[in-house]
C-alpha cells in the first residue's frame, strides 16, 4: 500500500480510489498474505524479523515526534489570543495534575520495582527519570525559552510511563521485580490489558499517519480543494511499521529466543529499547525547546 499510494497529491488520482476503495480486492489480499507466512521458507521470517528490528524503532521514532508535535500545539493553543485568558486556569490544574502524577508514579515505582538497595538498575532507571523531568522543567522555564510549566508536565507523564513500561518488562522472577512475578500466570487481567494496549497502539497509529504536517521542516501551501486531505504514503508507512513494532511487541524484541506462553513484550532487550526510548524522547522534547533560541542566535549573528 505505500508503494502504490506514495506521493498521491490528487484525488482525481486513480491511486485515491485505490487508497480509499477497492475492498473486495484488499480483503482477499488480507487473506493471502495471513497465509503466505505459513508457506515461505522461514529463513524469510526470520529476515523480515531483522528488518522490523529497524521499521519498529522508525515507529517509535515517528510516534515520538507526533506527541510531542501535539503537546505543543496544545500549549501553542493556550497561549494564543484567542484562548490565553479562558484557558489559565486549565493551564495551571492540568500542569499541576501532571506534575502530581509524575511524582507519585515515580514514588510508586521505587515502592514496587525497588524494595531494597540491591535493585541498582532500577533505582538508576527510576532516579534517572526524575533527573530527566527536572531537567525538561528547567530547560522550559528558562528565561529565552520561557515554555512554562504545561509542556514538560505532559511530557514527564509520557516519559514516566515509558519507564514503568521499560520496568515491567523485566523478565519475571527477578527479585526487584516483583510485580512480574505476581502476574506471571494467566488471568483475564493480563489478556484485558492487552486488548486494551492493543487498541492503544492501533490509535495512535492511525492518528500518527494522518499527522503527516508535523514532520514537515518548511510549511507549505493552503492546500486546495483537489489536494488529498493527508500523505496517502506516510499513512501506510506508518501502518507498515506498526506493524513491525506489534511484532516486536510479540516476541519481546528478541527474534532469537522463545517467549514465554501468555507473556507480551517481556525481556531485558525490550526492557533496553523502552529505556533507550525514553532518553531520546527527552533529547527530542528538549532540542525542540531550544531550537528556536539556536536559530535566532544564529540569524542575529548572520545579520551582524
Known amino acids: 500500500m505505500f508503494l502504490s499510494t506514495v506521493c498521491t497529491s490528487k484525488l482525481q488520482e486513480p491511486r485515491n480510489a485505490w487508497h480509499s476503495g477497492w475492498w473486495s480486492v484488499k480483503t482477499v489480499l488480507l487473506i493471502t498474505l495471513i497465509i503466505v507466512p505459513f508457506l515461505v521458507p522461514s529463513a524469510f521470517i526470520r529476515i523480515y524479523g531483522e528488518v522490523a528490528h529497524f521499521g519498529a524503532g522508525v515507529f517509535l521514532l515517528v510516534q515520538l515526534v507526533s506527541i510531542i508535535s501535539f503537546i505543543m500545539w496544545l500549549d501553542d493553543c493556550c497561549r494564543s489570543d484567542k484562548y490565553a485568558e479562558k484557558c489559565y486556569i486549565q493551564k495551571i490544574l492540568l500542569a499541576a495534575t501532571a506534575y502530581v502524577v509524575c511524582i507519585g508514579g515515580i514514588i510508586l515505582m521505587y515502592i514496587w520495582y525497588a524494595p531494597d538497595t540491591s535493585c541498582l538498575l532500577n533505582i538508576f532507571f527510576i532516579t534517572w527519570t526524575l533527573v530527566l523531568l527536572q531537567l525538561m522543567t528547567s530547560v522550559s522555564l528558562h528565561p529565552k525559552v520561557n515554555a512554562g510549566f504545561l509542556i514538560p508536565g505532559l511530557m514527564g507523564l509520557y516519559v514516566v510511563f515509558i519507564c ?33 494496549a492493543m487498541l492503544a497502539i492501533v490509535i495512535a497509529t492511525f492518528s500518527t499517519g494522518i499527522d503527516s504536517q508535523c514532520f514537515q521542516f518548511v510549511k507549505t501551501q493552503e492546500r486546495a480543494a483537489s489536494d488529498v486531505p493527508y500523505g496517502y504514503g506516510f499513512f501506510h508507512f506508518v501502518f507498515a511499521t506498526g506493524a513491525m513494532y506489534f511484532g516486536m511487541l510479540f516476541i519481546g524484541w528478541n527474534s532469537h529466543y522463545p517467549m514465554k506462553k501468555w507473556t507480551i513484550d517481556v525481556g531485558w532487550t525490550s526492557t533496553w529499547v523502552k529505556i533507550v526510548n525514553e532518553w531520546v524522547a527527552v533529547c527530542v522534547f528538549i532540542w525542540m525547546l531550544v531550537a528556536p533560541v539556536v536559530w535566532k542566535c544564529r540569524q542575529a549573528g548572520g545579520a551582524t
Open 164 to 196: 514503568w513500561c521499560a520496568i515491567r518488562s523485566e523478565p519475571a522472577g527477578e527479585s526487584c521485580n516483583r510485580k512480574a512475578e505476581a502476574s506471571h500466570s494467566t488471568d483475564w487481567l493480563t489478556i484485558i490489558s492487552f486488548i486494551v
